[in-house]
């Protein structure tokens, strides 16, 4: 059972950047494309962006696009969600979600499905002076 560990979170100020990383443990990521979710409380959960397995295609949602940059290193079975010119609104528990599918091409249509087989317990990010 792939089993993902987020981590970076924590305390910023308005403008300020945060590095997440979603690692896997006991197996490799290489054929898993990944989402980013959040979710802030009393809200639904939300998208914020995904990445194929093999990192040539990512894609940001409108309300991160310009800000958040999704990367990956399959050496470290390791994705990244770099978080910049943050804002109280971006307040939320992140969770990364992988699904086995190594000939994703675009993943947004793994991200609109939004039924990830693999879940992390999420990190917590706040936005605040």
């Known amino acids: 059972q792939l089993q993902l560990v987020e981590s970076g979170g924590g305390l910023v100020q308005p403008g300020g950047s945060l590095r997440l990383s979603c690692t896997a443990s006991?197996?490799?990521?290489?054929?898993?494309?990944v989402g980013w979710f959040r979710q802030a409380p009393g809200k639904e959960r939300e998208a914020v962006s995904c990445?194929?397995?093999?990192?040539?295609?990512?894609h940001a949602e409108d309300s991160v696009v310009g800000r958040f940059t999704t990367s990956r290193d399959n050496a470290k079975a390791t994705v990244y969600l770099q978080m910049d010119n943050l804002k109280p609104e971006d307040t939320a528990n992140y969770f990364c979600?992988?699904?086995?599918?190594?000939?994703?091409?675009?993943?947004?249509?793994?991200?609109?499905?939004?039924?990830?087989?693999?879940w992390g317990q999420g990190t917590q990010v706040t936005v605040s002076s």
């Open positions: 990445i194929t397995s093999d990192g040539t295609n990512t």
């Open positions: 006991e197996f490799a990521l290489d054929d898993y494309a």
């Open positions: 979600a992988a699904e086995w599918n190594p000939q994703l091409m675009l993943c947004i249509v793994e991200l609109q499905k939004g039924r990830y087989t693999h």
